[in-house]
């Protein structure tokens, strides 16, 4: 208990001073995506949390409100922009999210919080990502961010889940900036962003790996 509480305690901290020194940025940013993609500069979506609780993630949006002639939103790549391929590339959407680690919904290191509709597709293996507060980075970020495919990024955060520690956790932020600045695993192969989980994975075992590709993005403003 004293543990998870200078964890909560180092977190927020550090979201409010990121939120502090960021802010002269963000305001800019915000008046780009303004500019370019109109109202809301904002995006929110219901994501799963801490024991499969629901909270509203915050990131900065990234793609148009385009839609087909029947009124169905268009694919991922159509509806990214230059100015959100750029955000994503750096992960600056991800900044709005330091709200939600404020706010005790998140930490800055865990499992990337997905939708709420795959709740129903995880097995009880990968169900346990869950136990822990989702994080605006974290271990399968940092192991091939979108580059991998679902049931790899369970693997990476069940073992987190099994090792989680403070040095852990700064392990994970110092690897995330290093591959930011690389800008690796920003999509999947053939996606803008990463494929829908649909589910009917396979059991996987946890196993170790050692840090090598990305950092998490929007998901289309659909999932990751």
């Not at 979506?45 to 029947?70: H, V």
């Not at 580059?147 to 989680?164: P, T």
Request: hydrophobic content about 45%.
């Amino acid at each position: 208990m004293r543990r998870r509480f200078i964890r909560s305690l180092f977190d927020r901290g550090t979201a409010i001073v990121l939120l502090i020194l960021f802010a002269p940025f963000l305001a800019t940013i915000s008046l780009l995506i303004a500019a370019f993609l109109g109202a809301p500069v904002l995006f929110r979506q219901p994501r799963t949390g801490l024991d499969g609780t629901p909270f509203t993630l915050l990131k900065f949006r990234t793609m148009r409100d385009a839609t087909d002639a029947n009124g169905n939103p268009l694919s991922d790549d159509q509806r990214m922009t230059r100015l959100g391929r750029l955000l994503r590339a750096a992960s600056i959407d991800e900044l709005p999210a330091l709200w939600n680690v404020i706010r005790g919904e998140m930490n800055l290191v865990g499992p990337r919080p997905l939708l709420l509709e795959y709740l129903p597709r995880y097995n009880p293996e990968q169900a346990r990502r869950h136990l822990v507060k989702p994080g605006i980075t974290g271990w399968a970020q940092v192991n091939g961010r979108n580059a991998i495919d679902w049931d790899q990024k369970f693997v990476l955060d069940v073992w987190y889940v099994d090792h989680q520690s403070f040095w852990l956790d700064l392990h994970i932020l110092f690897l995330t900036i290093w591959k930011v600045v690389r800008r690796d695993g920003i999509s999947a192969a053939e996606h803008a962003t990463m494929p829908k989980f649909r589910g009917n994975q396979k059991p996987v075992a946890c196993s170790h790996h050692d840090g090598s590709a990305g950092a998490d993005a929007t998901a289309g403003q659909t999932v990751a």
